[in-house]
């Protein structure tokens, strides 16, 4: 059963860091194209990063510079690691992808982050 499990959310200060997990089960990430997104209370998900099968990066221009996408094949997990967080980061992040005409997303984890 092909399943995204996200973990690392929690509460940080300004400035702080988070690292998040994306770990599948029944699919080989190394092949995928995985995005991070994001919701905001009261807003739309957007994208936050992704990383594609040759490991070509994209991050926002929101988090470029503070936030860093990585994946290591052979425990199949997705990180993004956060840095300076700001409290415009407060979202719940998801990780997603696509294969086909399937669409692929995690439970999401919640990030919350103080002033």
């Known amino acids: 059963q092909l399943q995204l499990v996200e973990s690392g959310g929690g509460l940080a200060q300004t400035g702080g860091s988070l690292r998040l997990s994306c770990e599948a089960s029944g699919v080989n990430l190394r092949y995928y194209v995985i995005g991070w997104f994001r919701q905001a209370p009261g807003k739309e998900r957007e994208v936050v990063s992704c990383?594609?099968?040759?490991?070509?990066?994209y991050y926002s221009a929101s988090v470029d510079g503070r936030f860093a996408i990585s994946r290591v094949i052979g425990n199949n997990t997705v990180f993004l690691k956060m840095d300076n967080l700001k409290p415009d980061d407060t979202a719940v992040y998801y990780c997603r992808f696509v294969d086909g005409p399937n669409d692929y997303w995690g439970q999401g984890t919640q990030v919350t982050v103080s002033s």
């Open positions: 990383i594609s099968s040759d490991e070509i990066k």
